[in-house]
């Protein structure tokens, strides 16, 4: 597990424009990441929120023990899950579609040869046998019933962002008007003021390429500097091709997606830099309501036709 300090976020609340009536803020460690919650609500309005992010964790942690993905990952037929696990698997299924394989929940069994903290890099051979074992298309799902079928799940590209979602429904139905809601990165903003979002230049100390300036969206950032390893002819990141099991061979080192749904983006922005700038801006081009800004390999600027760019600031048209 990672500790709090050596935390890397892609994503920096710079300023928020108006002045709330009440706010409560705290941060905690959950999710394996430095989780802030920040909402015109009451303490134990909040206090039910982490709750609800630790009931999540508790549910689709892969590490967590008796959790659905701890269960599934060790068993050789059809288990029983909850709602949400299902849920989540199948969109995840569906993204896995829509990536031509790119994305795959089934990679830890490749993911967990890797140590970026540790800068352990696994051999060909343990990297080879571990690719069999990949595939996402095998998992069955049987009304609340899953079988992995001899795979392992790993529900880290869009676990964050369907809980981000659920948190949102659940201050809504705490008639909470405005708050922001950050799992690590994973930045959700609600109500009736405009928020500032600032995109870390990649391999920057403290720099930003852009801001954003938001109402009511959901932003996520999946980069190549988040996590490393240096080496002498080229960089593992942690972006890990399901096909090969080593780094994906992108132009991009920063894709941010902004979009309606947490989950969505999470999944997209992972997907757009395993496919590349082009692929990649076509994909959101012809996706609703969602928009994306790109950092290339040489810290070049592309984003979707649905944002403006002046002055360093994006704003959707």
Known sequence: MKKILSINLSLVLLLLCSCAQQENKDTRFLLDTVVTLTASCDSDTLDGAFALCKEYENLLSRTVEGSDIYKLNRSDGFVEVSEHTVNIIKQAI??????????????????????????????????AEALKNIDYQSIEINGNKVNPNGTKIDLGGIAKGYIADRLLEYFKKND?????IDLGGNLVVFGDRDYTVGIKQPFSDGKYAARLKLRNKTVVTSGTYERYI???????????????????????????????????????????LLLGLDAAKQLIENTPDTEAVFIDNDNKLHYTSGLTLNNGEFTLK
């Open 230 to 272: 240096p080496a002498d002819i080229k960089l593992y990141h942690h972006i890990l091709d399901p096909k090969t099991g080593y780094a994906c061979d992108s132009d991009l080192c920063s894709v941010t997606v902004i979009a309606d749904s947490s989950m969505n983006a999470d999944a997209l922005s992972t997907i757009c």
């Open 176 to 180: 909470i008007r405005e708050g922001i």
């Open 94 to 127: 569906y993204f896995g579609d829509l990536s031509g394989g790119k994305f795959d929940i089934t990679i830890y069994p490749v993911s967990s040869l890797w140590d970026f903290n540790k800068h352990i890099i696994p051999s060909r051979d343990e990297i």
